[in-house]
């Protein structure tokens, strides 16, 4: 499995041969300038929730590239008004796709679209591969809602906000990933705007002082499992 951030809390992953996109807000994004949405390869599309800074990207790159669209019933409906194909779900409920299990899992936050076009309830996935298991929370508060993944899967990673003002910071996110039982953490939702900056270095060292390794990657780097 690898998987490459494109900035904000967009990410691609791939899958043996599978090429998944994840909330894709590239064009917008001063910081992901050099990422050319055009050239990016998608079969699926994952959207947590329908906030603009999730979503810019999805139409354009779905039309070019045929993706399949998963998330919850209501931004499936929303972009089949538009004729792109999707995979509707909803908390708790899980699917077996071509690259894994997926597990729509709780977020507190809100979802709307730009447009005001109600966006449902945000979610997080919970992605159990052939070899790696991870978790993408989206947008979230802290939640007890988080120790219930451990229960049903050892995570390899989480992807977690760390930005705070809009979702947890990186203390909370501390705590976050002992709720999920996981000391592998990449972050993500910081720095894009002057609201989210974070102090990369303190978060990295309060990590690293709990035993546990916080990932801060570049726009367009990957890492693999």
Known sequence: MKITFYGHASLGIEVNDISILVDPFISPNEKASHINIETLKADYILITHAHEDHVADVEAIAKRTNAIIVSNAEIISYYANKGIEGHPMNHGGKWDFE???VKYV??????S???GSYGGNPGGFVIEGERKNIYIAGDT???????LIPMHTKLDLAILPI???FTMSVDDALIASDFIACD???GYHYDTFGY???DHEEAKRKFFDKDKDLMLLDVGESIEL
Do not use: P
């Not at 709780?106 to 979802?111: K, L, Q, R, V």
């Not at 508060?141 to 120790?147: I, P, S, V, W």
């Open 196 to 198: 989210i900056e974070i």
């Open 106 to 111: 709780n977020a507190i936050h809100s979802s």
């Open 184 to 186: 592998k953490v990449l």
């Open 99 to 101: 690259f894994g299990t």
């Open 141 to 147: 508060a802290l939640t007890f809602d988080m120790k």
């Open 113 to 115: 679209f730009a447009d």
């Open 163 to 165: 930005g705070d003002n």
